[in-house]
């Protein structure tokens, strides 16, 4: 088994270490970036969005969307909004219960549109789903996919 990763090792750091198997002393280096960057110059099938933002090539830059990792990142980044709008919502029904799997409805744009409680929520107030809402969609999400509407979920529990 160690042999085998000396030779994946050994294979990894012969391919990477010079294009074309060219080599030179520190002092030929700015030759050999010179060289380089003819052969990248015409027909290249080498990724110029791949650059570091150097003279070599252009960058193509990506358009970001809405995961769900950027998702829940944003609504922990903004829980006290929630836990405001929880707190207007018990001071008004002391009956209010502490759980709320919330659907945020996303339009194309990543603005928030609606919020609902999901089944299995154990709060479905009116007048929290609106704050919560009306706070949310000064949030800031990314649009998604293809800019089409989504729905993410993101459960809530209160109390303590």
Not at 98 to 110: V, Y
Not at 134 to 143: E, I
Request: glycine share 12%; charged share 25%; with cysteine.
């Amino acid at each position: 088994m160690q042999r085998a990763l000396w030779v994946v090792a050994g294979l990894a750091l012969a391919t990477g270490c010079n294009k074309d198997g060219e080599t030179a002393t520190p002092g030929d280096a700015d030759a050999l970036t010179a060289d380089a960057d003819a052969d990248d110059s015409v027909g290249d099938d080498d990724d110029d969005s791949l650059d570091d933002g150097g003279d070599g090539g252009s960058t193509v830059e990506e358009e970001a969307y809405l995961t769900m990792s950027l998702f829940e990142e944003t609504v922990n980044a903004n829980l006290q909004d929630v836990v405001d709008c929880y707190g207007t919502a018990k001071a008004a029904n002391d009956a209010l219960g502490d759980k709320l799997i919330a659907n945020f409805h996303i339009d194309g744009e990543g603005k928030v549109t609606e919020i609902s409680a999901e089944k299995g929520s154990s709060i479905d107030d009116a007048a929290m789903m609106d704050c919560v809402r009306d706070r949310a969609s000064g949030w800031g999400f990314l649009p998604p996919p293809d800019h089409e509407a989504t729905t993410m979920v993101f459960p809530f529990q209160f109390g303590g």
